[in-house]
């Protein structure tokens, strides 16, 4: 039997981590479509970061990117999040837009350029420093496009000495993060393209430097979950990037393609110890089309709810099919707890924490979205590289 009251404290102490690029105007390759109200400095996406949370009750920090999200004053930044009742979360670093990195940052074949990489990434830790930030989240874009353009060993040698010097500057409690992508923008040899690449740096380095999961970061098919549970076994599942995909890197609002596979994926992450671990659940999702705040908040409650069937599993019945070879018992056990209408649950466990039980429809009753739209007039919208 589930605990029903060890199921609401999980879901009442939930944290997920919304990203500062996710509030600002976002595109394809295309377009980028402007929307009215979109914050056009890091304090405005910091306020609609609070709002967020002010109406989910688990959004409590905000992640940076730099230098999207470059300020004067980090410490200030973090004391104007403080006041409106988040604070700032992992920082993410940018070797990607500039022309010096056409044909890679760390992994450049030119050491001047690799150590302009090393050195953003450097500057990180100190923005770290100033914002009591745990975590410096990696994602290098670093690759080539055709056999022969560079060689691949002495990419990985280029690669595993800048982590190397970045993991050194690390401080007590700071962690290195290494995400990994198997495709885009490299289509034919991705220097980090899949978490065995990602967990052996990582294991090379030390206990600091652990692996992030972007769910949209895989090949068609890939078992996300299989991967979720080796690492947290391993002690090196770092955080999630969470977004849904239907075909490749779609950056689409988590669960909306596959909720099941979301479900399974949280299953994993309550299986072994994931809530409890450290592990940094937040949202790298680009709202293209929807409205920027709404998305978040159904984005978060999306995970909410994942999270919710995941804790519903009945894990002694589990346990008992699977130990007696029973196949169909033991899948009707997972399928029932999917199958589960978790809101009215969840809607008990805002209650108890003073929210509205409907965070979608009470962020649209505040006039928050009338508010920015209406104040947020002149000046530059912030977006992709601003």
Known sequence: MTDLAAVKAALRTQAVETPSWAYANSGTRFKVFAQPGVPRDPREKVADAAKVHEFTGIAPTVALHIPWDTVDDYAALAKYAEERGVRLGAINSNTFQDDDYRLGSVCHPDAAVRRKAVRHL???????????????????ADGTNYPGQDDIRSRQERLSEALAEVYERLGDGQRMLLEYKFFEPAFYATDVPDWGTAYAHCLKLGPKAQV????????????????????????????????????????????????????????????????????????????????????????VMNVQEATAKALLVDAEALAAAQGAGDVLGANAVVMDAFSTDVRPLLGEVRGEMGLEADPCGAYARSGWQERIVLERVGGVQAGWGA
């Open 122 to 140: 450097l500057d990180c830790v100190d923005i770290m420093d100033a914002t009591g930030s745990r975590d410096l989240k990696l994602w290098f």
């Open 212 to 299: 992030v999961v972007d769910t949209g970061h895989h090949a068609p098919g890939t078992n996300i979950e299989f991967i979720v549970a080796t690492l947290l076994r391993e002690g090196r599942l770092g955080g999630f990037d969470f977004n849904s995909r239907f075909y490749a890197d779609d950056d689409l609002m988590v669960g909306a393609a596959d909720p099941f596979q979301l479900f399974r994926i949280m299953y994993e992450v309550v299986r072994g110890g994931g809530l409890d671990a450290g592990v940094a659940f937040m949202l790298d999702q680009c709202h293209n089309i929807e409205a920027k705040i709404p998305a978040i908040i159904r984005s």
